[in-house]
């Protein structure tokens, strides 16, 4: 088998396992069993520990790939910046769902229930399935990590 051929097997190797985790990701929400309603309480009440569960792994996953893409074809200085840039931006979205949160929440409440802020915060982000902010924060930390380690290596002659 030529070296080319051999590439593109490894290539769809790889994404036919990336697709087979994405998938295995969403099936978790699937799964019987009562899981609880754990993220329930005076801040809220959220949907099945399945659900979210299944959501924000299917994001870890999704971003697993491009993430390897980037380390594997991007200088050391690119990698820092790019990884810079996603972790400041996740962290940017982490502050926003709780300025959001004191704007929204807090004045919609009754005072025993503002002692609950922090709860409230993470339980937001527990159900904002549809932003990856920790998974984006998480990626970009990943990504500076590994330009420092990059940068740390001596270099063999």
């Given at each position: 088998m030529s070296s080319n051929k051999k590439r593109l097997a490894a290539i769809i190797a790889g994404v036919g396992t990336w697709a087979a985790a994405l998938y295995g990701a969403l099936a978790i929400s699937q799964f019987h069993g009562d899981w609880g309603h754990g993220v329930c309480g005076p801040w809220g009440c959220g949907p099945p520990a399945q659900a979210l569960v299944s959501c924000h792994l299917f994001w870890v996953v999704l971003l697993v790939l491009p993430l390897c893409l980037v380390s594997a074809h991007s200088t050391t200085a690119s990698l820092r910046r790019i990884g810079l840039g996603?972790?400041?931006?996740?962290?940017?979205?982490?502050?926003?769902?709780?300025?959001?949160?004191?704007?929204?929440?807090?004045?919609?409440?009754?005072?025993?229930?503002?002692?609950?802020?922090?709860?409230?915060?993470?339980?937001?982000?527990?159900?904002?399935?549809?932003?990856?902010?920790?998974?984006?924060?998480?990626?970009?930390?990943?990504?500076?990590?590994?330009?420092?380690?990059?940068?740390?290596?001596?270099?063999?002659?």
């Amino acid at each position: 088998m030529s070296s080319n051929k051999k590439r593109l097997a490894a290539i769809i190797a790889g994404v036919g396992t990336w697709a087979a985790a994405l998938y295995g990701a969403l099936a978790i929400s699937q799964f019987h069993g009562d899981w609880g309603h754990g993220v329930c309480g005076p801040w809220g009440c959220g949907p099945p520990a399945q659900a979210l569960v299944s959501c924000h792994l299917f994001w870890v996953v999704l971003l697993v790939l491009p993430l390897c893409l980037v380390s594997a074809h991007s200088t050391t200085a690119s990698l820092r910046r790019i990884g810079l840039g996603l972790l400041l931006g996740g962290v940017f979205g982490l502050f926003a769902v709780a300025v959001w949160q004191a704007v929204v929440w807090l004045p919609a409440v009754q005072g025993w229930s503002r002692s609950y802020f922090l709860q409230r915060y993470l339980f937001t982000l527990a159900t904002l399935v549809e932003a990856p902010i920790a998974q984006i924060s998480l990626a970009g930390a990943v990504l500076w990590r590994i330009a420092r380690l990059r940068q740390d290596k001596p270099t063999a002659y």
